[in-house]
């Protein structure tokens, strides 16, 4: 008897031994990465799935400045740059400014640009028409409806060198396959609209000025003020780009914390939200490869994007 405590300090030690070995074997795996430079304040990746290959807006300067100097640059997935000024803002015939969230559909890119939304061929790149979209302060990111229109994110604000300031224009917009322009939601009470997917009858929102992703029914949205139909809290605030995988998680970047989060809403379970990855200064507007698994992420601050494999 007087052995027992022996025996049981010794077992101790040894589950003390071994269980932060466990811990470490259970830790989520971190996705592998890969850095591509070159670019001048990237803004947005997109993966055009037909050609596949990866399109990266850049901004060159000011996010607001309608100077004409901006272009969209075409990737291979391996990572080198197989034209660099695709679609060229300074090219005769072609005007792109400040060039953020892109989408393809029914053959066409679609690109937010201020307050226009420019249309291009996606094979080619030849611009094909200029959507002006009346009263808008800053479009930001574009997604594709399975009917073939869009949905526009309208932010709101006015960007200047003490960063960002309310104007009221808050919104998302859609535009049919004929190019006709209609508000979903316009309400100046909306934390400035950013990055947008869209999957299954619902819109996912997330929010500039607000560290939460909402959902909202697709159709509810026609209303003229719809309350969100879900609303996930995040850990930090200033998101940018969304993605909706397949299998209904979401990814989201976020600026306040250098990291992209992964939400998991688990249908009427309470969402479970974690980092996929970290130390990612300015991530911007996310794209998706659903071939590769691969995240797609502009580092808008470092003239980068980062692919990164999600296991």
């Known amino acids: 008897m007087k052995t027992q405590p022996k025996r049981l300090a010794a077992v101790l030690a040894c589950l003390v031994a071994v269980l932060p070995a466990c811990a470490e074997s259970e830790a989520p795996t971190a996705p592998e990465r890969r850095r591509v430079g070159g670019f001048s304040t990237p803004e947005s990746v997109l993966h055009d799935e037909e050609r596949d290959v990866y399109l990266v807006s850049n901004i060159v300067g000011s996010p607001v400045e309608k100077d004409d100097r901006a272009f969209i640059s075409r990737v291979s997935p391996d990572g080198e740059i197989l034209d660099l000024t695709w679609i060229d803002g300074a090219s005769e015939g072609v005007t792109l400014s400040a060039p953020k969230g892109m989408a393809i559909a029914g053959g066409r890119l679609y690109v937010a640009d201020i307050d226009v939304i420019r249309v291009f061929d996606a094979s080619d790149g030849a611009p094909i028409e200029d959507i002006e979209v009346a009263g808008a302060g800053l479009l930001n990111d574009v997604a594709a409806m399975p009917d073939g229109s869009i949905v526009v994110s309208d932010s709101g604000v006015a960007i200047g060198e003490g960063g960002f300031t309310s104007i009221g224009t808050d919104a998302l917009i859609a535009v049919d396959p004929g190019g006709e322009v209609s508000r979903l939601i316009a309400d100046p009470a909306l934390p400035h609209p950013n990055g947008v997917a869209c999957a299954e009858g619902e819109i996912w929102v997330a929010y500039l000025g607000a560290a939460r992703v909402d959902a909202l029914d697709a159709l509810d949205a026609l209303d003229v003020s719809p309350?969100?139909?879900?609303?996930?809290?995040?850990?930090?605030?200033?998101?940018?780009?969304?993605?909706?995988?397949?299998?209904?998680?979401?990814?989201?970047?976020?600026?306040?914390?250098?990291?992209?989060?992964?939400?998991?809403?688990?249908?009427d379970a309470a969402p479970r939200v974690s980092t996929l990855a970290a130390d990612l200064p300015s991530p911007a507007d996310l794209g998706w490869d659903r071939a590769r698994n691969r995240l797609l992420v502009p580092l808008f601050n470092d003239g980068e994007i980062v692919l990164l494999d999600v296991k």
């Open 227 to 267: 309350r969100p139909r879900r609303e996930i809290s995040l850990p930090a605030g200033t998101l940018d780009g969304l993605v909706r995988l397949d299998d209904g998680r979401l990814l989201v970047s976020s600026w306040d914390a250098g990291a992209v989060f992964e939400i998991d809403p688990a249908g």
